[in-house]
Structures are given as structure tokens and as C-alpha cells.
């Protein structure tokens, strides 16, 4: 009878300990989805108030994807959910807002992650020529959901948005951002896939305009200095520009080392001592909690000088690497001017 009281006293323990484990992980759930709003709320407003602008300029259209397909992978959540699939038929340079894709992309992921997590997606990349115009299309083919419709609704509209349905976030963010490019996104469904498309128009950019900015950059009268004797350490995970940097900084008969990784880096870095700048892509820097390089120039004995190639923002991130240790930053996409001004500054 005794030992019958015990078990059922350890019994009742056990079921107190998993309702209170239970009852712990809803709260922790609450407070997580909370955050996760106020925190929507918050860039929302951002996007919305009047401060929150287009940024319009040239761009290479491969390496915005390229960081696309890279920001994905990062999100350790759903980068082994995706296939990548780019047409090699999309204009190679457009003008428009690629920042403001890049987010929309990535909300867009988000979003999918959120309502299907256990599917795989391919992410399709596309576009549709009229004119001037470059309609890109990024298609995600969600695979084997049993979901008829992720999307709020498939025709979408304000006056259905604020009525019909509790705002989620995330794609209340994807829609002020298309609003403000002048995108759309729609949805398509059949017995196994669904498909979410978000379609943007961009402003081709031809040879002919891509050689007349080239010619404007020349006419600045760039007059180079040969720094043979010198090396460039050259970090960036992206080979396309990468060649773009070596075609403009050839020309100073510099040698030039390139690294992939910041793991690459470091180890070079480590090992050799004859390197006299550094050239290092804030991308591979923000995916990149530990960005020691100082410290190691330090173990290195060295007080080589560090610029990072900043993205054009609107937050001012590279006076934040300044205050971290950087030495310098060059605003991208670079031209002609901008590299002979870092060359000459430290290593002529």
C-alpha cells in the first residue's frame, strides 16, 4: 500500500513538473511572438514615415542575387529548405532599388518559413522585357503543402487587409515595401504546389549607358601611381565582384590576394606579414559575429590599414565601422575615383 502511495505521489509530481515545463513554454512562446510584433510595428512605422526613401541607383543584378541566396543560407532555419534557381537570361545591370528588394526577399522567406516550416521551396528567378523596362519575377515554389492559400488573400486590397484579417508583420512589411517600388505579389495554387510570385519593374540599364558612366568616371582624369612593390588583401565571398575590383585596381601594378572567408583571411593574415592594405566586403563582415582582424593584426604585429566596402545605406553604417577600428570605407558600387583616393591615401 505504501510503496502504491509513492508511486502515485511521484506520479502527480511528474504531471505538475510537465504542466509547469508546458505552461513555461507557452510564456516563453508569448513573449517571443510578442517581440517578435513590437518589432514588426517598429519597422513598419519606419517604412512608413516620410524619413524611409527609394534609393535608387545602378546595380549588378547577379550580385544582388548572390547576396539574396547568401542571406537565406544564413538563416540556419529554412537555408536547407531552398533551391536556387536563376535565370542566366536577366540583364546583368539594372537601376532601381536593390536594398528594398533584398528585404522584400527575405520578409517574403520569412513569411513562407512561418507558415510552412517543414517544406521545401525553390526561389525562381526571372524576368520579362518591355522597353526600357526589366519586370523581374521571384517565384517560391512551395513543394507537397496541403495549404490551398498562404497569402491573406489572393487578391489582395486595403480595405480587405485592415478588415478581414489579423495583420501578420512580417507581410504587412512585404506590401509597404512593394507599395513603395511599385511591385506586387500574387499567388498560385494547384493540387501538390503553391506558388508565391513577387514581380518588380527595374529600369534596364544598357551597354551603351553602362560605357557612358564608365566615360563620366575617366573624364575625372584618374591618373594611377605604380605600387608594384605593395599587396592588397582583397576579401569578398562574391568571384563576380571581385573581378570588378581587380579590372579597377590592376592598373596600379599592385599584387592582389584574394580571400573567400573570413576563416581565409584570418589565416593568411596569421601566417604573413608583407601585406600593406586590406580591402574587405561589409557582407562578409555582417554574417560575421567575430570580427577580430584587428585583434589579429595586433598578435600579427601589424598596423596594416583595414577599408571596408560599405553598401550604400541610409543608416550610416560605415561611421559604425569607423567607431569599431576600420580605418576607412569605400561606398559601393565603386568607381575609378573612389579607389585612386584610397590607393594613393595608403599605399603611395
Known amino acids: 500500500m505504501q510503496k502504491e502511495l509513492h508511486s502515485s505521489l511521484e506520479t502527480i509530481n511528474l504531471l505538475d513538473e510537465d504542466k509547469k515545463n508546458k505552461n513555461e513554454l507557452k510564456l516563453i512562446k508569448f513573449i517571443t511572438e510578442f517581440g517578435e510584433k513590437v518589432s514588426g510595428l517598429i519597422e513598419l512605422g519606419k517604412i512608413n514615415s516620410s524619413d524611409y526613401k527609394v534609393q535608387i541607383g545602378m546595380y549588378e543584378t547577379y550580385e544582388m542575387l548572390e547576396e539574396i541566396k547568401e542571406l537565406i543560407n544564413n538563416k540556419h532555419d529554412i537555408s536547407k529548405k531552398y533551391i536556387f534557381d536563376f535565370s542566366e537570361s536577366i540583364n546583368k545591370v539594372l537601376y532601381g532599388d536593390s536594398e528594398k528588394i533584398k528585404q522584400i526577399i527575405l520578409y517574403t522567406s520569412k513569411y513562407i518559413a512561418k507558415k510552412v516550416p517543414h517544406n521545401k521551396v525553390i526561389l525562381k528567378v526571372d524576368k520579362l522585357s518591355v522597353g526600357n523596362l526589366c519586370r523581374l519575377k521571384f517565384s517560391f515554389i512551395i513543394q507537397n503543402t496541403n495549404k490551398k492559400y498562404l497569402l491573406p488573400n489572393n487578391d489582395i486590397n486595403d480595405n480587405y487587409i485592415s478588415n478581414n484579417y489579423i495583420k501578420d508583420m512580417d507581410y504587412e512589411i512585404i506590401l509597404a515595401l512593394l507599395k513603395m517600388i511599385d511591385g506586387k505579389i500574387e499567388e498560385k495554387s494547384d493540387i501538390n504546389d503553391t506558388e508565391i510570385i513577387i514581380s518588380i519593374n527595374q529600369k534596364i540599364m544598357k551597354e551603351y549607358d553602362v560605357k557612358k558612366q564608365d566615360i563620366r568616371d575617366e573624364t575625372k582624369r584618374v591618373i594611377p601611381f605604380d605600387a608594384q612593390k605593395k599587396e592588397i588583401v582583397l576579401v569578398d565571398n562574391n568571384d563576380y565582384n571581385i573581378k570588378g575590383i581587380i579590372k579597377r585596381i590592376t592598373r596600379y601594378n599592385a599584387k592582389i590576394k584574394t580571400c573567400n572567408s573570413m576563416e581565409e583571411v584570418y589565416n593568411y593574415i596569421i601566417e604573413n606579414n608583407k601585406y600593406n592594405l586590406i580591402l574587405i566586403d561589409d557582407f562578409i563582415l555582417n554574417n560575421n ?36 577600428g576600420f580605418d576607412d570605407y569605400i561606398i559601393k558600387p565603386m568607381n575609378d575615383e573612389q579607389i585612386d583616393i584610397i590607393m594613393k591615401k595608403y599605399l603611395q
Open 289 to 324: 559575429k567575430n570580427n577580430s582582424i584587428k585583434a589579429i593584426q595586433r598578435m600579427n604585429c601589424s598596423n596594416v590599414p583595414i577599408v571596408v566596402m560599405v553598401t550604400k545605406n541610409k543608416d550610416e553604417k560605415e561611421k559604425e565601422y569607423l567607431k569599431q
